[in-house]
Antibody
Framework: EVQLLESGGDLEQPGGSLRLSCVAS????????MSWVRQAPGEGLEWVST????????YYADSVKGRFTISRDNSKNTLYLQMNSLRAEDTAIYYC???????????????WGQGTLVIVSS | QSALTQPRSVSGSPGQSVTISCTGT?????????VSWYQQHPGKAPKLIIY???KWPSGVPDRFSGSKSGNTASLTISGLQAEDEADYYC??????????FGGGTKLTVL
């Protein structure tokens, strides 16, 4: 059974830093591209960042570029999101999600964790 | 990276059908057949219900169906049931390993 378990969410002051983790199980972690998606309170979903299976390629939304860093440790089946220079607008539930690519060339995020809450406030 | 456009809310009675639209641009919805739909109940994580415009993940009933025309994708839910009441989000690949979501649609089953 595929499972994704996020942790690391907390209350942090503006300008501060947090590191989120997502431990994966039930699949061969290194074979999959992984993403972070966030949801502000009462709002919709927003793609944040994506990392290749090897960790050698990373991609970011404009809203977090230069402040957030996605990484992974395939020996620990763990995905990370280092969040620096936090702003009030970063307040959200952060989900990690597995990217599935089908043999016919399709793409989607097929499994999601339960999320971890980040609150940025003074 | 502008959000896809969805209606804020839709409603229907049990047994009826409803359709939720998702409008993007030629750079996302219109440019790729990688549109997904997610169902989200309050306090829960999103659940994939449609991917690649019209494909079903294992375990999702075929009451849920997806389609696309030009820059607009659609999700149709037929035979509405009480448990279908939830928020629904579309998502499209937008090239260069980026993704864009819709603002979400609240479905009310009357």
């Amino acid at each position: 059974e595929v499972q994704l378990l996020e942790s690391g969410g907390d209350l942090e002051q503006p300008g501060g830093s947090l590191r989120l983790s997502c431990v994966a199980s039930g699949f061969t972690f290194t074979n999959y591209v992984m993403s972070w998606v966030r949801q502000a309170p009462g709002e919709g979903l927003e793609w944040v960042s994506t990392i290749s299976g090897s960790g050698g390629a990373t991609y970011y939304a404009d809203s977090v570029k230069g402040r957030f860093t996605i990484s992974r440790d395939n020996s620990k089946n763990t995905l990370y999101l280092q969040m620096n220079s936090l702003r009030a607008e970063d307040t959200a539930i952060y989900y990690c999600a597995r990217e599935y690519s089908s043999s016919s060339g399709g793409k989607t995020h097929d499994y999601w964790g339960q999320g971890t809450l980040v609150i940025v406030s003074s | 990276q502008s959000a896809l456009t969805q209606p804020r809310s839709v409603s229907g009675s049990p047994g009826q059908s409803v359709t939720i639209s998702c409008t993007g641009t030629s750079s996302d919805v219109g440019g790729y057949n990688y549109v997904s739909w997610y169902q989200q109940h309050p306090g829960k994580a999103p659940k994939l219900i449609i991917y690649d415009v019209s494909k079903w993940p294992s375990g999702v009933p075929d009451r849920f169906s997806g389609s696309k025309s030009g820059n607009t994708a659609s999700l149709t839910i037929s035979g509405l049931q009480a448990e279908d009441e939830a928020d629904y989000y579309c998502c499209s690949y937008a090239g260069r390993y980026t993704w864009v979501f819709g603002g979400g649609t609240k479905l009310t089953v009357l």
